[in-house]
């Protein structure tokens, strides 16, 4: 059976170059006829799909992520239209450490942080720009050594923006005693906040209580 709609073509991005999570507008022809129509998003091999917010046929709009690669193409898939190419790339540029009581011209994008305060040891930034809560429901963390959890999805990830994401291990570590009731609720809260493109992506809610803790654990550092 033969497509109607030729691939997605992508012809420009804006700006072309960023740390992760840098926000673009990515242009071209036949991107897509909705929402639900686009199927797939990469740039420089990383599946940005849960950030993209489908604007128009010629216009997506959405977050870079922690790609492995540091320079790629922007490929768009759609189910009109298949997998698509690109005329333009983006480079991924290595963000600048600052500290959390250094001074910085850079405003920061106002984002739920994610609690880093019980990943001290897991060698992620302190300022991972990761959604605190996705399902949206009370977090119960279960009492499963990490290192269990480590050798149990061997290779995987709980941090869902990871290539490696594994749902099984993100609910063994925060939802091991939910009900399921309670997660009948998280699976309608994801729907729910997915339909709401007017308010931005799921994975970004306005927040800060994480930043106050960090900021509360610098300061407590430098006072000892």
């Given at each position: 059976m033969s497509r109607l709609r030729q691939p997605p073509l992508v012809t420009g991005i804006s700006p072309n170059e960023g740390i992760p999570w840098t926000k673009v507008t990515i242009r071209g022809e036949n991107l897509g006829t909705g929402p639900t129509d686009l199927i797939g998003l990469t740039i420089c091999g990383h599946n940005c799909l849960l950030t993209a917010e489908w604007m128009s046929a010629s216009k997506i709009v959405c977050r870079v992520g922690q790609a492995k690669n540091d320079k790629g193409d922007i490929i768009v898939t759609t189910k009109s239209g298949g997998k698509g190419t690109s005329t333009v790339s983006f480079k991924l540029l290595k963000p600048e450490k600052i500290g959390i009581l250094d001074q910085s011209a850079v405003w920061v994008d106002e984002m739920?942080?994610?609690?880093?305060?019980?990943?001290?040891?897991?060698?992620?930034?302190?300022?991972?720009?990761?959604?605190?809560?996705?399902?949206?429901?009370?977090?119960?963390?279960?009492?499963?050594?990490?290192?269990?959890?480590?050798?149990?999805?061997?290779?995987?990830?709980?941090?869902?923006?990871?290539?490696?994401?594994?749902?099984?291990?993100?609910?063994?570590?925060?939802?091991?005693?939910?009900?399921f009731e309670q997660l009948k609720m998280a699976v309608a809260n994801l729907k729910r906040q997915a339909n709401k493109k007017s308010e931005g992506s799921l994975a970004y809610v306005k927040g800060g209580l994480s930043t106050f803790f960090e900021a509360q654990d610098a300061l407590s550092g430098s006072v000892l």
């Open positions: 739920n942080y994610y609690d880093m305060r019980t990943d001290r040891n897991k060698g992620i930034p302190p300022l991972s720009l990761r959604p605190a809560n996705p399902l949206g429901i009370e977090i119960e963390k279960s009492k499963f050594p990490q290192k269990d959890l480590e050798m149990l999805f061997h290779g995987m990830s709980a941090d869902f923006t990871s290539e490696n994401f594994s749902a099984a291990w993100y609910l063994t570590e925060n939802h091991s005693t939910t009900s």
